[in-house]
């Protein structure tokens, strides 16, 4: 990538950003046992790489020098076996933090004072990967559980089995729910809760996803007694 064609505008730099991150995230996060398997300790100097498209890449590190851009961590799959998996995972999500930033203030360096300002002050909205990972962003308790509340932002249901539609008016309830949602994480993609977004609750782990990024939509949902996330499906299908 030459830097005649990298993002340019602190708009641009802040969605390469976004990108490369969501592809870590689902890595550490929805990917991970895969992510896991393939640092295999035995091969050489390994890097997790984030691309624009979203997608993840665990491969060897760039042979030109200097790169085209910053590099991540090398050799993240040595210490692979000599560390508790969650410490381990941990670890590369710090690095990988550490990562996404270069790359941005790299991409950034024609940036003035008040841009720079503004594209940290953007980055440093969202949730780091290293708090994705070790779930240290606090997440909220799900909304209404004892009484089988299934998703956010479009519709829930009821104890009778009932859906009722969630008012998208400015009403006091509904501010109050967004406000005490506001810090729910995507277990997917790690983006914050959105109350214009479709959301369900996966009933095993508590954990909320974006419907869009487990597949599920309002429709889906509504047919849904018992919903288990990718992850927790994959689990119970191992026992």
Same mark, same amino acid.
């Given at each position: 990538?030459?830097?005649?064609?990298?993002?340019?505008t602190?708009?641009e730099?802040f969605k390469?950003y976004c990108?490369?991150r969501?592809?870590?995230?689902?890595a550490? +996060?929805?990917?991970?046992d895969?992510?896991?398997?393939?640092?295999d300790?035995?091969?050489?100097?390994?890097? !997790?790489?984030?691309h624009p498209?979203e997608?993840?890449e665990?491969?060897?590190p760039a042979?030109?020098?200097p790169?085209?851009l910053?590099?991540?961590?090398?050799?993240?799959?040595f210490?692979?076996?000599?560390?508790?998996?969650k410490?381990?995972?941990?670890l590369?999500?710090?690095?990988t933090?550490?990562?996404l !930033?270069?790359?941005?203030f790299?991409?950034g360096?024609?940036?003035?004072?008040?841009?720079?300002?503004?594209?940290?002050?953007?980055i440093?909205d !969202?949730?780091?990967?290293?708090?994705?990972? +070790?779930?240290?962003?606090?997440?909220?308790?799900?909304?209404?559980?004892?009484?089988?509340?299934?998703?956010?932002?479009?519709?829930?249901?009821s104890?009778?089995?009932?859906?009722? +539609?969630?008012?998208?008016?400015?009403?006091?309830?509904?501010?109050?729910e967004?406000d005490?949602h506001?810090? +729910?994480?995507?277990g997917?993609?790690?983006?914050n809760?959105?109350?214009?977004?479709?959301?369900i609750?996966?009933?095993?782990?508590?954990?909320?996803?974006?419907?869009k990024c487990?597949k599920?939509?309002?429709a889906?949902?509504e047919?849904?007694?018992?919903?288990?996330?990718?992850?927790?499906?994959?689990k119970r299908?191992?026992?």
């Open positions: 990538m030459e830097m005649a064609s990298s993002p340019r602190v708009e730099i390469d990108s490369r969501a592809g870590v995230v689902r550490l +996060t929805y990917d991970v895969e992510f896991y398997g393939l640092c300790p035995d091969k050489e100097n390994l890097c !997790l790489y984030g498209n997608s993840w665990v491969t060897l042979e030109e020098v790169p085209e910053p590099e991540p961590a090398l050799g993240i799959n210490a692979r076996d000599g560390m508790n998996r410490d381990w995972l941990s590369v999500a710090v690095h933090d550490s990562w !930033l270069s790359v941005a790299y991409l360096a024609r940036l003035n004072r008040n841009e720079r300002k503004r594209l940290f002050s953007m440093n !969202l949730p780091t990967v290293f708090e994705v990972v +070790t779930e240290r962003k606090p997440i909220k308790d799900k909304p209404s559980v004892d009484s089988g509340s299934k998703s956010r932002g479009s519709t829930k249901r104890s009778d089995g009932q859906v009722k +539609t969630v008012p998208k008016l400015a009403d006091e309830s509904y501010e109050d967004e005490e506001s810090e +729910t994480l995507c997917s993609c790690g983006g809760y959105n109350a214009d977004e479709f959301w609750g996966c009933d095993i782990c508590e954990r909320w996803f974006h419907g487990v599920i939509t309002p889906k949902a047919n849904i007694k018992q919903y288990k996330c990718p992850s927790c499906s994959m299908g191992r026992q």
